[in-house]
């Protein structure tokens, strides 16, 4: 369970106890990645059907991904305004590093978290109080799966931070049981149509991995959260069109 615990200090603002920077129980944490993010996408899901009851849905949407913000920290959408800013505003290597460290956040950040809020929230507002409940946690819970892949796959980009003492710790074990759950989890609350939502992952984490390796020479903590991000994101879209194509979801 210290594997439990460390994904959930690292993963959001849970009060569960301090979280190590380095040794065992970075890759024990691992597994648990997809756990605790269909934890957090459970909740979010439980927000949005609640308010739905007295809200719009745009307004019980806006509600939902702000109290999952809230729960993580905004961890992951601080990593995709830092790397949006480095990628974009950065002409060299050490550049592109020294933004990823800066804590401000420029024009090209502000505009990928807005962007990416405005998304989750017409995405979700797409979804009914049941299919919410299907789609969020499947969601997050591959885009958290999708970060620990990046990391069994892509080199770090630094000798330090959180994305190296995690590289380091990483084995190969620990990575495919953090996809094998993700899957599971996708699997009961969207059936086949898991198989779409992990390839839609499986596309955005590997296009951020692919450019942070040819940007950065490979992966810091800040990637691994603009990866988080689009992999959500995509699945959310994916829930978002289904619904509105009247296709089969589970029958539960």
Known sequence: MRGLQ???SLLT???IGDAPRAGPDLARSLPWFPVVGALVGLGVAGV????LLALPAI???ALAVAVGVVVTGALHEDGLADTADAFTGGWTKEERLRILKDPLHGTYGILAITGSVVLRVAAIAALSSWTAFAVVPAAHALSRAGCAALLGTVEPA???GLGASYAGAVRRGPVLAAVALALAIATAALGAWAIAAATLTAAGTGFVGRLAARRIGGVTGDVLGAAEQVGEILVLILGAAL???RLPL???
């Open 158 to 160: 630094t000798e330090a």
């Open 48 to 51: 949005y059907a609640a308010a």
């Open 243 to 245: 619904v509105q194509s």
């Open 59 to 61: 307004v019980a949407a």
């Open 250 to 252: 589970p029958g539960w």
């Open 13 to 15: 603002r849970v009060p």
């Open 6 to 8: 460390t994904a959930v």
